[in-house]
């Protein structure tokens, strides 16, 4: 059986690197006598994959970790067992079973990832709804995401490991505008296509002469890409998943 677990992770974990969190999870999964599977051989590992590394410094509620488990546990059982072990700044949101097969893990589906932006200095609205009457955005902000998707394309300087490029990255903006508690970005992700939100936010800041305002993301969702015909167009990995009864095991 594989499972998918969701978890948020903010405060100060923000600046917890990839690595350190899977060897966080590896210990947490110990504490909580999760049943995860390990591999054969002379150095087993536990069998988990992360969906989409989070970068550092960006808070999140919609972290996703795959694993395969050698006996069922519930939902409701592995959720409280989780949360008894977790540090401040991780919480488990949902624990699902998902489908046995290679192409249903969270690394393979992923194609878009949704955040919140807001100014560095209103992080914390970032975790909850903001009930301000003050924007945190000028008018002056939606005037520019209007003008700045209307061109026909949007030329940036990709940079990767080995080399440098220009790149069209309006494709991979999905959606881009102004909420009253930020702004929201659905961006392509994973591995067909990825693009950053402090590579748009720079580029767009840069179009509409506001460079060096400092900003910070906040990712609400990850989303695989909805193969029924219909809507909606993408489905968050945590829909993919079902609950585990306690009727699954004794």
Known sequence: MKARIKFRKYG???????????RFFQKAMRRADIPVAFT?????????????PLGLGITSEAEYLDIELAEP????????????TMADGIDVVSFRQINEDKK?????????????VVPREAEATALREYNS??????A???????????????IVLKKTKRSEKEAD???????????????CLRLAAGSEANLKPDLVM??????IKEEGKKLHYHRRELYAKNLEEGEPEYLSLEALGWEIPSLHYS
């Open 140 to 154: 002056a902000f939606s005037d520019g995401i209007k003008a700045f998707l209307a061109q026909p394309e949007i």
């Open 169 to 183: 990255i309006k494709p991979m903006i999905y959606d881009f505008h102004l909420e009253p508690y930020g702004i």
């Open 73 to 84: 546990i519930s939902s409701a059982d592995a959720l409280y067992r989780l949360n008894q």
């Open 12 to 22: 100060v974990l923000k600046f917890l690197g990839h690595l350190d969190v899977m």
């Open 133 to 138: 009457s003050q924007p945190l955005f000028s």
């Open 202 to 207: 720079e580029t767009f800041l840069g179009f």
């Open 40 to 52: 054969s051989g002379y150095s087993p590992h536990m069998i988990m994959s992360f969906a989409q």
């Open 104 to 116: 249903s893990s969270g690394m393979t589906l992923v194609a878009a990832a949704e955040y919140l």
